[in-house]
């Protein structure tokens, strides 16, 4: 049996609007990749560059492999090495990406042939490093790949194949994010909400899922309207406003927060001018004196072993 596999994982964006807590889709903005050896002395150590926590019960790929070894009674120590892509804490689903990588790579260090959904529930519990509770809607996208839709109590995720000519431009501001983040973020939400609301969200995202059965990049960007979370934590973001209207007025069919944010995304196709799209949204995060980096890119496949 190998003592080393390395495994690449995808960025994710969550919630994709009114999809909150339950949408999840991979991108190939950026990537996580983790390698997984065997050591002799019985614990788990984690080797990084980036700024990340290194102590396992404070990272997500750390919790991951703890509670693996746990699980599957295995005798060895493991030393995790994280190299990072995925910027973390600006919705992005950095954490996610290590947590999958981390999931896939034990799986695969000792070919346990895991199914789909144990796996994603098993990278979910990393999430309790960065999240502060698990939740799954980044973990199964970065660990499956493309769309995902999250059902819990039991644990169901369901995939769909994006259509090929979907494309994101996504915004990174530059700015300093809190430690808690998505706990912040989520504090700010609002715990009622009205019926007409729930009706409004609720037809979004269900015309979302069937952009995705259709493979239609329109349907799926023009029900990208969320009036329940995003107005809530749109404060969070400086210039918000204004991104979305200049990336729509650019040729973006949807515009809504990446996950907890501050990342924007804005859905489109690939015959769109996706240049001027991003260079929209970077005006307008300069017109509230924030600097951004913009990538463009398509759905990513799920986590995978590269060595
Ligand atoms: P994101 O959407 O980027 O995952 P979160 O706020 O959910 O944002 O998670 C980022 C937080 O999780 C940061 O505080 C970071 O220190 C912590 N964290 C723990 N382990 C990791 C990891 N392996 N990769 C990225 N962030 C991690």
């Known amino acids: 049996m190998a003592s080393s596999v390395t495994v690449r994982a995808p960025s994710s964006t969550a919630n994709l609007g009114p999809g909150f807590d339950v949408f999840g889709l991979a991108v190939d903005a950026f990537f996580d990749e983790i390698t997984l050896t065997k050591t002799k002395e019985k614990k788990v150590t984690i080797t990084t560059k980036d700024n990340i926590p290194t102590n396992p019960n404070h990272n997500t790929a750390g919790l991951v492999i703890q509670n693996m070894i746990k699980k599957f009674r295995t005798k060895d120590g493991i030393q995790i090495t994280i190299k990072k892509e995925v910027p973390a804490g600006f919705g992005m689903g950095s954490s996610a990406a290590s947590a999958a990588a981390a999931a896939l790579a034990f799986d695969k260090l000792y070919r346990l042939n895991l199914d789909d959904n144990l796996l994603v529930e098993l990278a979910g519990f990393g999430e309790k490093a960065s999240a502060g509770s698990v939740h799954y809607d980044n973990v199964a996208a970065s660990v499956l790949g493309g769309f995902v839709i999250v059902r819990t109590d039991p644990l169901d995720v369901i995939k769909i194949d994006p259509p090929t000519s979907l494309r994101m ?87 809504t927060i990446s996950g907890a944010g501050p990342s924007v995304i804005a859905f489109s196709k690939s015959s769109a001018n996706l240049k001027k799209i991003s260079a929209a949204m970077e005006k307008g995060f300069a017109h509230a004196k924030t600097d951004c980096l913009t990538v463009i890119c398509k759905p990513s496949k799920g986590a995978t072993k590269i060595r």
Do not use: W
Request: with cysteine.
């Open 169 to 255: 431009c996504i915004a990174v501001p530059k700015l300093a994010v809190p430690k808690k983040k998505t706990k912040v973020s989520r504090g700010v939400i609002p715990k009622k909400i009205s019926l007409s609301d729930s009706i409004i969200n609720l037809s979004n995202a269900a015309a979302i899922v069937a952009g995705f059965m259709r493979k239609d990049p329109e349907m799926i960007g023009n029900s990208i309207r969320d009036v329940i979370v995003e107005p809530a934590r749109q404060h969070m973001i400086p210039g918000f406003a204004k991104v979305k209207y200049n990336a729509i007025e650019a040729g973006a069919f949807g515009v």
